[in-house]
Structures are given as structure tokens and as C-alpha cells.
């Protein structure tokens, strides 16, 4: 089945530090890739996303590469600010086959002052 | 102008009591999802809806049913509520069953006691 593996947290990182959250993946089709973010006592929203191999999904400075030789999407920002405090999750869903979307288990940021 | 709406937002009760959530979403799309995230944020597909039919039912006990009136509203009825229910249970919706973002509602945080 389809699966996703996010590096465990909590992360916790100053302001202006530099963030990476690993993200890999199997499945039994051709995915398309999320990353969705999680504030606290919120539900989850999109932060970006990607739909075929070598795309970059990019906002509010997070970015992301779907790679397909590497099944990985890792998240990256150059400067992490305290509001990006919170539960980033990465997910994938194949269209074709079983449509069920499939999530990691969350990545916990915390950013200090 | 809430894109997806869920109630109650705070659940509290008894084992043994049955109880139902309410969703609702006004982006006009054709399929909506029921999660459940556990107290480490592990976020677990339910069920899923496409045009008022159920297309994803993953393992889950029978004691949970959900009813889809109309394309835009799906509810959560939970019978004989047991302790390891208590959760946040999270509604999406999504424009269909494809590679499509999915959008959250703020979630309902049930307890049982």
C-alpha cells in the first residue's frame, strides 16, 4: 500500500534558522504530493504541493521538490520565524487507484525568539 | 464565509452515549472525508463520500456511520461511545477523488469520560 515517512519531531529551531523536514514515500501509483500545515488548536490547511516529478511547490517561503529518482518532497525554508510554530504533515494520493489519501505522522516545529 | 464548518467544536460525555457531528461545506465539491487524529497527531482516514456515495470505509468499528443528506453536508453519528474514541475528529472536503487539495474544517474535540 501507499505509505509516508516524515522525520519525528519535535524540531525546534531559533528564529532565522535554516528548516528542513524530510518527507518519503512509497506508492503503488504516480502520486501527487502535499505538504499541509496544522496551527495549533486549527485544522489542517495546504502549504503546498506538487503533482508530477522535478515540480517545486513553493509558498509564504517553504519549498518543496518532488523527487521522483529519491520518492522524497522534503520542506524547506531559509528562515523559520515564530509564527511557523507548528504541525507540518506530508501526504500523497494516487489517482487511478484507491484515492485514499495517505498522511505521515506529522512533524512538530517549535521556533524559538 | 466558512469554507468547511463542523459542530459541535467541543464534545464531552458519557461511555455508552451516542453521538453525532455535524459538517458542512459551501465550496460547491463533490467529495468530503472523515478523519480521526489521535492525541499524537496521527491523522487517520474514516471515510470518504463522492456525490453522496461512500467510496473510502477503512477499518473502522461499525459503531460509526456516516450519512451523507446532500453533496455538501456529511454527518458522523457514533453509537455506545467508548473511551478510545476520545479525539479530534476532523471533516475535508475536497473539488473530487483525484489529486485534489483537500480543505479542513476546524475540527470537533470529543471526549468521553
Known amino acids: 500500500g501507499d505509505s509516508v515517512t516524515q522525520m519525528e519531531g519535535p524540531v525546534t529551531l531559533s528564529e532565522e534558522a535554516c528548516l528542513t523536514i524530510n518527507c518519503t514515500y512509497t506508492a503503488t501509483g504516480y502520486p501527487s504530493l502535499f505538504w499541509y500545515v496544522q496551527y495549533p488548536g486549527e485544522g489542517l490547511q495546504l502549504l503546498l504541493k506538487a503533482t508530477k516529478a522535478d515540480d517545486k511547490g513553493s509558498n509564504k517561503g517553504f519549498e518543496a521538490t518532488y523527487r521522483k529518482e529519491t520518492t522524497s518532497f522534503h520542506l524547506e525554508k531559509g528562515s523559520v520565524q515564530v509564527s511557523d510554530s507548528a504541525v507540518y504533515f506530508c501526504?500523497?494520493?494516487?489517482?487511478?487507484?484507491?484515492?485514499?489519501?495517505?498522511f505521515g505522522r506529522g512533524t512538530s516545529l517549535i521556533v524559538h525568539p | 464565509d466558512t469554507a468547511v464548518s463542523q459542530t459541535p467544536k467541543y464534545l464531552v460525555t458519557q461511555m455508552g452515549n451516542d453521538k453525532s457531528i455535524k459538517c458542512e461545506q459551501n465550496l460547491g465539491h463533490d467529495t468530503m472525508y472523515w478523519y480521526k487524529q489521535d492525541s499524537k497527531k496521527f491523522l487517520k482516514i474514516m471515510f470518504s463520500?463522492?456525490?453522496?456515495?461512500?467510496?473510502i470505509n477503512e477499518t473502522v468499528p461499525n459503531r460509526f456511520s456516516p450519512k451523507s443528506p446532500d453533496k455538501a453536508h456529511l454527518n458522523l453519528h457514533i453509537n455506545s461511545l467508548e473511551l478510545g474514541d476520545s479525539a479530534v475528529y476532523f471533516c475535508?472536503?475536497?473539488?473530487?477523488?483525484?489529486?485534489?487539495?483537500?480543505?479542513f474544517g476546524p475540527g470537533t474535540r470529543l471526549l468521553v469520560l
Open positions: 463520500y463522492n456525490n453522496k456515495e461512500l467510496i
Open positions: 475535508a472536503s475536497s473539488q473530487d477523488v483525484g489529486k485534489r487539495t483537500q480543505y
Open positions: 501526504a500523497l494520493i494516487v489517482s487511478g487507484g484507491s484515492y485514499i489519501p495517505t
